[in-house]
């Protein structure tokens, strides 16, 4: 039977992603500016963090996905790991945000050190949690609901944090930026911890492998690169997340440098993120009508026009550019629940061919796409700004630097949400064949139901 999920387990699983994204959108949207105008980082060396630690760290995401697969506990495989992980990511959260009394050499290895161990933590605690999505339920639409779900308090802690902690930074800092970091990251860290905690305690694992299955490391990965959904999910993730942190990095310097005011930045953000939240909530019922993939091709069709669309207006058009980042952003949101959704669906898609099941293997190796993406991102974002002249903590750039910051935000992000589009016309899993391999492993599944703990 089909499982349908309650309000309530929904509701804690999304509360999971909110924990994490009080830090992953603080990565997105502050971290460059926070290095390059509290830290005292260059754009060069933030571009070389970034890319390095990011590329490193997301090898960890497939180790991850073999070490939860073959997780055994009372709680499961992957719900654990939320509570082991949950104390141990708020400290290194605000660690992070935090600007130390050392000298120059001993800053840049504190920023090294700390950026590492943030991204090694999100990796043990993100790629466990992503995979719940596939073990809650084999319900294609329940899947993409549960992803709506967590897509929402995620783009709600991004409202939090992309509209609000600029302010909260001044705030709480008093003129000291560094101080105002450290408090704000250290009040969104402990919220973490708990909402962590709380999505361990609402949600269980219902879908488990046939237990007659041997457990293969080499299967695993040869059933992985031979699963085309999975190839072109890969492929798609990556480009998704270049396109995001390019985008995100780079919209508060435009606002400081370029509009000249940067308190714009949170109005600009809370208009947007709030028209993201509405997208999100209509991602469901518009995928039910015209398939995830038709959905996400033209979401990324849209996202990329839209994004461009910053090329042609003027700094200080401050209405129409929220205006065309509203539209852009519910755009965008159609596209939230269904990427996450579909990591179930392509380790549904693997079980109906191979007979095995490996879904942490599956979502890590998507996973490790998301921050290989963020990775190189962050270090195109850098590169760029260093390429056109940026100067960290300068008061005011060049026209150079000026046009170099407008061309990102728009042509290099838009390329990058386009690549996404491109790259998504491969996906082989139609709405049709989702549901026909849904009925047909629910079937299956029965043989070894009552051999399952459920």
Request: proline share 4%; aromatic share 12%.
């Amino acid at each position: 039977m089909i499982q349908k999920l309650s309000f309530a387990e929904k509701f804690g699983y999304g509360l999971g992603d909110m924990a994490a994204n009080f830090v992953f959108q603080a990565l997105l949207a502050l971290q460059l500016d926070f290095y390059t105008h509290t830290f005292g980082l260059t754009p060069a060396q933030a571009a070389r963090l970034f890319l390095v630690v990011g590329l490193g760290v997301a090898c960890l995401n497939p180790v991850m996905g073999v070490i939860a697969d073959r997780t055994s506990s009372r709680w499961g495989k992957f719900r654990p790991w939320l509570l082991w992980t949950a104390l141990p990511f708020g400290i290194i959260g605000v660690l992070t945000f935090t600007t130390p009394s050392l000298s120059p050499t001993s800053k840049i290895a504190y920023a090294w050190i700390t950026y590492a161990l943030l991204r090694v933590i999100y990796t043990m605690n993100n790629v466990p949690y992503a995979t719940l999505t596939a073990v809650m339920t084999s319900d294609p639409d329940e899947r993409n609901s549960i992803a709506s779900y967590r897509q929402i308090f995620a783009n709600t802690a991004g409202f939090i944090v992309q509209s609000l902690a600029v302010l909260m930074v001044a705030w709480l800092g008093r003129g000291n930026d560094a101080r105002g970091y450290q408090l704000t990251m250290g009040l969104l860290s402990a919220l973490s911890v708990i909402f962590f905690i709380v999505a361990f305690v609402s949600t269980k694992e219902r879908i488990q492998p046939d237990p007659q299955q041997k457990t293969s490391l080499g299967q695993d990965l040869s059933d992985l690169f031979g699963n085309p959904s999975w190839v072109v999910l890969f492929l798609a993730t990556l480009f998704y997340f270049i396109a995001i942190v390019i985008r995100g990095n780079v919209m508060l310097p435009y606002f400081r440098y370029v509009a000249g005011n940067a308190n714009l930045f949170s109005w600009f953000n809370g208009f947007g993120l709030a028209s993201l939240i509405a997208g999100v909530a209509c991602s469901t019922a518009v995928a039910k009508r015209v398939g995830k993939r038709m959905l996400f091709i033209a979401s990324m069709v849209l996202s990329a026009s839209l994004a461009t669309a910053l090329l042609f207006l003027s700094p200080h058009a401050t209405v129409e550019i929220i205006a065309i980042e509203v539209l852009r952003q519910f755009s965008f949101g159609l596209s939230g629940p269904i990427l996450w959704s579909m990591m179930g669906d392509v380790a549904d898609y693997g079980e109906w061919k191979t007979g095995r099941r490996a879904s942490g293997t599956v979502t890590s190796g998507v996973v490790f796409a998301l921050w290989a993406g963020l990775a190189i991102g962050g270090a195109v974002a850098g590169k760029l700004f260093d390429v056109y002249g940026f100067v960290s903590k300068a008061d005011v750039q060049t026209a150079h630097a000026q046009a170099g910051i407008v061309l990102t935000a728009s042509v290099w992000a838009g390329v990058a949400f386009m690549a996404t589009a491109i790259s998504l016309l491969f996906y082989p899993i139609s709405r049709e064949l989702n549901r026909k391999i849904a009925d047909e492993l629910t079937e299956r599944r029965k043989a070894f139901a009552p051999r399952n703990s459920s």
